[in-house]
């Protein structure tokens, strides 16, 4: 099952809220388990990006008939480690003489949004997501899983460390004594796409490019596996 998040699709628009999209994603698994064609002690859960975070939100929480976690180019740090790196990988783009400062207001903004503080016009729609992103804990999620991870991980992702975040999701697994698996595919990017040179957000806009079917079909092997009587 794959619905549409709040404003895209067939979906109505709402409010950007992570714990709103995580009731989401609960009322669909919801509606999933009680369909005729489906066992639910035989599910399987799987998130992209941030999106990985809410599955692993619903399967700390709702461990029986979870099979599986499947975590693409997710998070294992927690969204404010993640978001902090990305804007100093932009402001590296300023003169040094800018630099700094520009840290330092970055360093506010953050912590104006933890503490609901007054954010830039252009954060305001965003900063009660960011809010409740900043509060979830990867590694204590991990810790509560019953059923083992699959981390798949682009090396070609500037959005999460390929290096840092798997591992940070590794340690927490090993912590836990939870099965663990990461599979690494060199040439992706964020969106599993193949990218022969360096991703940016303008490749993310250029057509011609399709989800990589190895990937693919990594995926649904592990799926299928695990999923197996």
């Known amino acids: 099952m794959r619905f549409d998040e709040r404003g895209y699709g067939g979906s109505e628009r709402g409010p ?18 009680v369909q005729p064609e489906v066992d639910p002690d035989r599910v399987v859960l799987i998130g992209h ?13 709702m461990p029986q008939g979870i099979v599986g976690v499947g975590l693409l180019g997710s998070p294992g740090r927690t969204y404010r480690d993640v978001f902090l790196e990305q804007a100093e990988a932009a402001l590296a783009e300023l003169p040094p003489e800018l630099r700094a400062g520009a840290t330092t207001q970055q360093q506010a903004m953050v912590d104006a949004i933890e503490g609901g503080g007054d954010v830039p016009p252009e954060l305001e729609a965003e900063a009660q997501w960011l809010r409740e992103m900043f509060a979830v804990r990867p590694a204590k999620l991990v810790g509560r899983l019953k059923a083992p991870m699959l981390v798949a991980q682009g090396e070609k992702d500037f959005e999460v460390d390929p290096r840092k975040d798997p591992s940070a999701l590794r340690k927490a697994a090993a912590a836990a004594k939870v099965p663990f698996e990461l599979r690494l595919y060199p040439d992706l990017d964020h969106l599993f796409k193949r990218e022969p040179g360096e991703s940016t957000p303008a490749r993310y806009l250029e057509g011609g490019r399709h989800v990589d ?7 649904v092997a592990w799926a299928k596996a695990r999923t197996k009587r």
């Open 49 to 61: 990006g941030e999106g990985g975070l809410r599955q692993l939100t619903l399967a700390a929480n």
């Open 16 to 33: 950007l809220s992570f714990v709103g999209q995580v009731d989401d994603a609960k009322r669909a698994l919801g509606m999933l388990l």
């Open 213 to 219: 079917t190895s990937f693919v079909s990594d995926l």
